[in-house]
């Protein structure tokens, strides 16, 4: 199994989950993370302290379209180890539904 990062993280990109991965396995987009599912041990210390709630194990149904997007990114992003800065914004984005349809970017972020 793997955790994965979900819907919510978009626009909201808080990144404290990148400072508790103890294996260093979350990549960033440019507008959300995603955590490289043949790299997480599946630990799950980074699923309760993001304050978006958007990372759960796959082992919840229905997520198979987040563990493609999870496989998919994590290979075409950059690695990401220390916090950044969070977008200023973020909380008027935290919890909109739709907001991969909405605004899901396919570009890289800097990573770190
Ligand atoms: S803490 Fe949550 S919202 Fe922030 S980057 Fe990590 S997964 Fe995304
Ligand atoms: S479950 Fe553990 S290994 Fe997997 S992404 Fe979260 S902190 Fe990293």
Same mark, same amino acid.
């Given at each position: 199994m793997t955790y994965l990062v979900l819907d919510?993280?978009?626009?909201?990109?808080?990144?404290?989950c990148v400072e508790v991965c103890?294996?260093?396995?979350f990549y960033e987009g440019e507008n959300m993370l995603v955590i490289h599912p043949d790299e997480c041990?599946?630990?799950?210390?980074?699923e309760p302290e993001c304050p978006a709630e958007a990372i759960k194990p796959d082992? @919840?149904? /229905?997520?198979d379209k987040w563990l493609k997007i999870n496989t998919e990114y994590a290979e075409k992003w950059p690695n990401i180890i220390a916090k950044g800065t969070p977008p200023e914004d973020g909380e008027k984005f935290d919890? @909109?539904? /739709?907001k991969f349809e909405k605004y899901f970017s396919p570009e890289p972020g800097e990573g770190s």
């Open positions: 919510n993280c978009i626009k909201c990109k808080y990144m404290d103890p294996v260093d396995c041990i599946d630990c799950g210390v980074c082992t @919840e149904p /229905g997520l919890g @909109e539904e /739709g």
